[in-house]
């Protein structure tokens, strides 16, 4: 699907219907989303360069993402989608910088993209290019890198306050199964969001550098390409923290499996131990022999009983004083 933005009374309008053979001249921001053909060559047409098929997007090689051709600024970062939802991941978007005109490529749904969309569409400034889309693109997405992160360390402290926080359902195997489960999605979103903040930091260090051997960034949008990139590593260095804080309490957590496997165990053996008099005590008046002087005994049944009681309860009062229970 082709978007396409032009200015109109103050506000970065999308057009309603657009005409593949005749796309305007004035439109500085085409949104390609899964082209289809024909999409994809009309917007070559009009700008003059050639766009990145899906499988060009998905190279890893910096000089695959990172290039200048035939005078575009060629940028392909790897950006979250889905972080609402169960199932977060990761798409490759490009960025395409030509003289006035930014074009981009995705085969997903960032939100960013709405959320800019949507801002423009009330009000941008006057004299608006492809620049200023791309300024706008790369703060929402950092700010959306953000929020994600706050959502994971309120969810890392809330798994911590349940790990170490003495409750009435310690111990229950369903419970620390979900925690388990909890504690990777965290560590695999919390990967997810770093890989995406260090493709975002070379497209900032990229487009900083290379397109601005012309003078073409003025000293506002220099300086707010500068507070990008100090965002941009201070957001990463806390994703870092955040993988060791959910390492740590992954280990924490495992920890305890261990601890509560070890007290089952324990009460296990120790049953067994507890057990054994009796039930030698048991085993020995169950022979039966034909002289057994105990067999002769009025109460002999009922002694019995009561020897096999205090041979149980003794090993338990022994553990319990020597705090092995």
Same mark, same amino acid.
């Given at each position: 699907?082709?978007?396409?933005?032009?200015?109109?009374?103050?506000? =970065?309008?999308? =057009?309603?219907?657009?005409?593949?053979?005749?796309?305007?001249?004035?439109?500085? *921001?085409?949104?390609?989303?899964?082209?289809?053909? &024909?999409?994809?060559?009309?917007?070559?047409?009009?700008?003059?360069?050639?766009?990145?098929?899906?499988?060009?997007?998905?190279?890893?090689? %910096?000089?695959?993402?990172? @290039?200048?051709?035939?005078?575009?600024?060629?940028?392909?970062?790897?950006?979250?989608?889905?972080?609402?939802?169960?199932?977060?991941?990761?798409?490759?978007?490009?960025?395409?910088?030509?003289?006035?005109?930014?074009?981009?490529? !995705? @085969?997903?749904?960032?939100?960013?993209?709405?959320l800019?969309?949507?801002?423009?569409g !009330?009000?941008?400034?006057?004299?608006?290019?492809?620049?200023?889309?791309?300024?706008?693109?790369l703060?929402? %997405?950092?700010? !959306?890198?953000?929020?994600?992160?706050?959502?994971?360390?309120?969810?890392? /402290?809330?798994?911590?306050?349940e790990?170490?926080?003495?409750?009435?359902?310690?111990?229950?195997?369903?419970?620390?199964?979900q925690?388990?489960?909890?504690?990777?999605?965290? &560590?695999?979103?919390?990967?997810?969001?770093?890989e995406?903040?260090?493709?975002?930091?070379?497209?900032?260090?990229f487009?900083?550098?290379?397109? /601005?051997?012309?003078?073409? *960034?003025?000293?506002?949008?220099?300086?707010?390409?500068?507070? $990008?990139?100090? /965002?941009?590593?201070?957001?990463? /260095?806390? #994703?870092? @923290?955040?993988?060791?804080?959910?390492?740590?309490?992954?280990?924490?957590?495992? &920890?305890?499996?261990?601890?509560?496997?070890?007290?089952?165990?324990? $009460?296990?053996?120790?049953? #067994?131990?507890?057990? +054994?008099?009796?039930?030698? %005590?048991?085993?020995? @008046? &169950?022979?039966?022999?034909?002289?057994?002087?105990? $067999?002769?005994?009025?109460?002999?049944?009922?002694?019995?009983? %009561?020897? +096999?009681?205090? #041979?149980?309860?003794?090993?338990?009062m022994?553990?319990?004083?020597?705090? *092995?229970?």
């Open positions: 699907m082709l978007s396409v933005f032009a200015p109109s009374a103050g506000s =970065l309008k999308k =057009l309603e219907t657009v005409d593949l053979a005749a796309l305007p001249e004035d439109a500085v *921001w085409l949104d390609l989303k899964s082209p289809i053909p &024909g999409e994809d060559k009309a917007v070559e047409k009009l700008v003059g360069i050639e766009i990145p098929t899906r499988e060009d997007m998905q190279e890893i090689e %910096i000089s695959s993402r990172l @290039y200048v051709e035939n005078g575009a600024r060629y940028m392909t970062a790897t950006l979250m989608c889905g972080t609402d939802g169960a199932n977060p991941r990761t798409a490759p978007v490009s960025f395409i910088l030509t003289a006035h005109r930014l074009v981009t490529v !995705r @085969y997903d749904e960032p939100k960013p993209f709405m800019v969309a949507a801002k423009l !009330r009000a941008c400034p006057s004299g608006i290019t492809g620049d200023t889309v791309l300024l706008d693109l703060d929402a %997405i950092i700010d !959306r890198s953000a929020d994600i992160l706050e959502r994971v360390g309120s969810d890392v /402290d809330t798994v911590s306050n790990i170490f926080e003495p409750s009435a359902d310690r111990g229950h195997a369903r419970k620390y199964s925690i388990l489960l909890t504690i990777g999605r965290k &560590g695999d979103l919390t990967s997810k969001v770093r995406s903040l260090v493709s975002i930091g070379r497209v900032i260090s487009v900083t550098v290379e397109t /601005d051997q012309n003078g073409r *960034w003025s000293k506002e949008q220099k300086a707010q390409f500068k507070t $990008l990139q100090r /965002d941009v590593q201070s957001l990463t /260095d806390h #994703a870092s @923290y955040l993988s060791n804080k959910i390492t740590f309490v992954l280990d924490a957590m495992l &920890g305890v499996v261990n601890l509560e496997q070890n007290n089952i165990i324990k $009460l296990f053996s120790v049953m #067994a131990v507890v057990l +054994m008099p009796p039930t030698l %005590i048991a085993s020995i @008046y &169950g022979m039966n022999f034909k002289v057994m002087p105990e $067999l002769e005994w009025q109460h002999g049944y009922s002694l019995a009983l %009561i020897a +096999m009681l205090f #041979a149980a309860v003794l090993p338990y022994f553990f319990k004083w020597k705090k *092995w229970l």
